[in-house]
């Protein structure tokens, strides 16, 4: 089993870079699909970025070339950094392991979560 605990965001102004953390502990993060997903309010949890046990990514339309996932395997942590961050990516995030991959964007296949970091884009 594997404990996840994301740390980073705040209020940050449209157009700032924020990074986000999820440290592991329990097992090895790079044993499983790690992901970052976000939930606005009033809105369904929504897949974000996901990252491969070789470390091959993926991300959805709405952040691709905007946010950058990335692992330290070193200190067991998973990272999102977002850069050119608009008011629509205002959401709590989350971070998200899963032993198997059924289906990489589909929330119902995440086994591990963590609490949720807010982040909140606004002049």
């Known amino acids: 089993q594997v404990q996840l605990v994301e740390s980073g965001g705040g209020l940050v102004q449209p157009g700032d870079s924020v990074s986000l953390s999820c440290a592991a502990s329990g097992r090895t993060l790079s044993s499983y699909l790690t992901a970052w997903f976000r939930q606005a309010p009033g809105k369904e949890r929504e897949f974000v970025a996901v990252m491969g046990r070789l470390g091959i990514t993926s991300y959805a339309d709405s952040v691709k070339g905007r946010f950058t996932i990335t692992r330290d395997n070193a200190k067991n942590t998973v990272y999102l950094r977002m850069n050119s961050l608009k008011p629509e990516d205002t959401a709590v995030y989350y971070c998200?392991?899963?032993?198997?991959?059924?289906?990489?964007?589909?929330?119902?296949?995440?086994?591990?979560w963590g609490q949720g970091t807010q982040v909140t884009v606004s002049s």
């Open positions: 998200a392991a899963a032993s198997g991959v059924s289906s990489i964007t589909s929330r119902d296949n995440y086994d591990y």
